[in-house]
């Protein structure tokens, strides 16, 4: 079992950075691939990036490839979300997710948080 607590959402204007935290409870985060997902109000949850175990290889979503960036800490039990260059079409909630399989689709995860609210004004 991981719980999973995003932290770190908020407005900011078009242009600016905002870096999401994901903290997880549980001896065995490091044991886990890690994932971002996020919701737009109307819209389906989609894929933002993922982050294998040892914190190599991430890959994004092309809508925010070169902008947003995943890393980990095993030590803290703990991934983030840097995201720069936000658009308003970013304005989403966040989640991030912790599976065995990860990968782009949110059947790859087994743990959620309860999601974070970025919201980015024009």
């Known amino acids: 079992q991981v719980n999973l607590v995003e932290s770190g959402g908020g407005l900011v204007q078009a242009g600016g950075s905002l870096r999401l935290s994901c903290a997880a409870s549980?001896?065995?985060?490091?044991?886990?691939?890690l994932g971002w997902f996020r919701q737009a109000p109307g819209k389906e949850r989609e894929f933002v990036g993922t982050i294998t175990r040892s914190g190599g290889s991430p890959y994004y979503a092309d809508s925010v490839k070169g902008r947003f960036t995943i890393s980990r800490d095993n030590a803290k039990n703990t991934v983030y979300l840097q995201m720069n260059s936000l658009k308003p079409e970013d304005t989403a909630v966040y989640y991030c997710?912790?599976?065995?399989?990860?990968?782009?689709?949110?059947?790859?995860?087994?743990?959620w948080g309860q999601g974070t609210q970025v919201t980015v004004s024009s």
């Open positions: 549980g001896r065995t985060f490091s044991r886990y691939k």
């Open positions: 997710a912790a599976g065995s399989t990860g990968g782009g689709s949110y059947y790859g995860y087994d743990y």
